[in-house]
């Protein structure tokens, strides 16, 4: 993906910066530049280019790799947003799981003449915080529908336009 993107913006640098420098360290990364390499570069390339007009197709073939880069761009986004959404869901429940559980030890645990009042506040309040937890975690499920819903959109999209740029 980042060479997609850099194939997209290279050419047009090029087009309009007249010297491009391209900067290699030690570990083979190569740093394109607009300015001269730093010193930690190993191997440093200078070149130049004539700004030109772009002809329409070539302009064309640009607008359809920089939408096919967004698409994936988009679908990644989507991909990561379901992955972390569910492992924040997985954390709530867990939580609240915990959360319940030492609770429940706890009203287990008293003893005394008030211990039923007080294991009965304690359930009370046991309850008010998984509803708290449950709130969040509807929230979570929210998003990640939303998530699952923008990553199917981003597929049929990149189907469609694939489609498309076949039938050209």
Known sequence: MRWTLLALCLPLTFAHAGKIYVCKDAQGNT??????????????????????????SVAQDRAVMADEVSRNN????????????????RRLEQERDSMLE???????????????????????????????????????VEALKGAHSRLTESRKSSVSTSEDNEAR
């Open 31 to 56: 740093l394109y530049s607009q300015t001269p390499c730093p010193e930690k570069y190993n191997t440093k390339e200078e070149r130049t280019y004539e700004a030109t007009a772009l002809d329409e």
């Open 74 to 89: 988009d679908r990644l986004q989507a991909e990561r947003d379901i992955k972390n959404t569910e492992k924040t869901i």
């Open 102 to 140: 030492e609770q429940r030890r706890l009203a287990d645990s008293l003893g005394g003449a008030n211990a039923r009042s007080r294991a009965e506040d304690i359930y009370k309040q046991a309850m008010k915080k998984q509803a708290e937890y449950d709130l969040k975690i509807e929230k979570q």
